[in-house]
C-alpha cells in the first residue's frame, strides 16, 4: 500500500517570510495529491490539490509541485500570515487516500 | 446547508460501552470515509464506502462496524470501548475515488 513521509513536523518562520513542506510517496501509480490544512480544533480542509499528469499549480499565495519520477511533492507558501498557522498535510491517493504525519507551521508576526 | 456533520460532537463514556457515531452528507458524494486522529494528530483511514459498497477495511479491531443505510450516510458503531480508542473520528465524503475530500466537523470520543 501507499506510504507517504512528510517533512519537517513543526516549522516556524517569521510573517512575511515563504514555507515549504515536502511530502515523498512510494506507490507509483498514486495520481492524486490534495494539501490539506488544519485550523486547532477544527476539520481539515482542502487548500490546493494537484494530478500526476501537471508538475506545478499555484493559487494565490499557495503553489504545489510534484516530481513523479523522484516520487515527492511540496507546498510552497509565500509572504506568510499568521492566519497561516495550522497543521498541514499532505496526502496521495491511488484508490485510497493516505496522509503524511502533519507538519505544524507557526508564522510569527 | 451543512455538507457534512457529525452527531454527536462529544462523547464520554466508560470502557466496555457501546457506542455510535452519525455521518450524513448532502453533497450527492458517492463516497464517504471514517478517520481517526489520535493525539498526535495523525490522521488514519478506517474505513471507506463507495456506492454503498465497502472498499476499503484497515486493520482497525472489528470491535468497530461501519453501517451505510444509504449514499448518504456512513455511520460508525463501536463495541466493548477501550482507553486506546479516546480520539477524534471524522467523517468525509467525496465525488468518486481520488478526489478531494470534504470533511465533517469530527468526533472527540473520550472513554474513561
Known amino acids: 500500500g501507499e506510504n507517504v513521509e512528510q517533512h519537517p513536523s513543526t516549522l516556524s518562520v517569521q510573517e512575511g517570510d515563504s514555507a515549504v513542506i515536502k511530502c515523498t510517496y512510494s506507490?507509483?501509480?498514486?495520481?492524486?495529491f490534495p494539501w490539506y490544512k488544519q485550523e486547532l480544533g477544527k476539520r481539515p480542509q482542502l487548500i490546493i490539490d494537484i494530478r500526476s499528469n501537471v508538475g506545478e499549480k499555484k493559487d494565490q499565495r499557495i503553489a504545489v509541485t510534484l516530481n513523479k519520477t523522484a516520487k515527492h511533492f511540496s507546498l510552497h507558501i509565500t509572504e506568510t500570515q499568521p492566519e497561516d498557522s495550522a497543521v498541514y498535510f499532505c496526502a496521495a491517493s491511488n484508490n485510497d487516500m493516505r496522509f503524511g504525519a502533519g507538519t505544524r507551521l507557526t508564522v510569527k508576526p | 446547508d451543512t455538507a457534512v456533520s457529525q452527531t454527536p460532537k462529544y462523547l464520554v463514556t466508560q470502557m466496555g460501552n457501546d457506542k455510535s457515531i452519525k455521518c450524513e452528507q448532502n453533497l450527492g458524494h458517492d463516497t464517504m470515509y471514517w478517520y481517526k486522529q489520535d493525539s498526535k494528530k495523525f490522521l488514519k483511514i478506517m474505513f471507506s464506502?463507495?456506492?454503498?459498497?465497502?472498499?476499503i477495511n484497515e486493520t482497525v479491531p472489528n470491535r468497530f462496524s461501519p453501517k451505510s443505510p444509504d449514499k448518504a450516510h456512513l455511520n460508525l458503531h463501536i463495541n466493548s470501548l477501550e482507553l486506546g480508542d479516546s480520539a477524534v473520528y471524522f467523517c468525509a465524503s467525496s465525488p468518486g475515488l481520488r478526489r478531494e475530500q470534504y470533511f465533517g466537523p469530527g468526533t472527540r470520543l473520550t472513554v474513561t
Open positions: 464506502y463507495n456506492n454503498k459498497e465497502l472498499i
Open positions: 506507490d507509483s501509480a498514486s495520481n492524486y
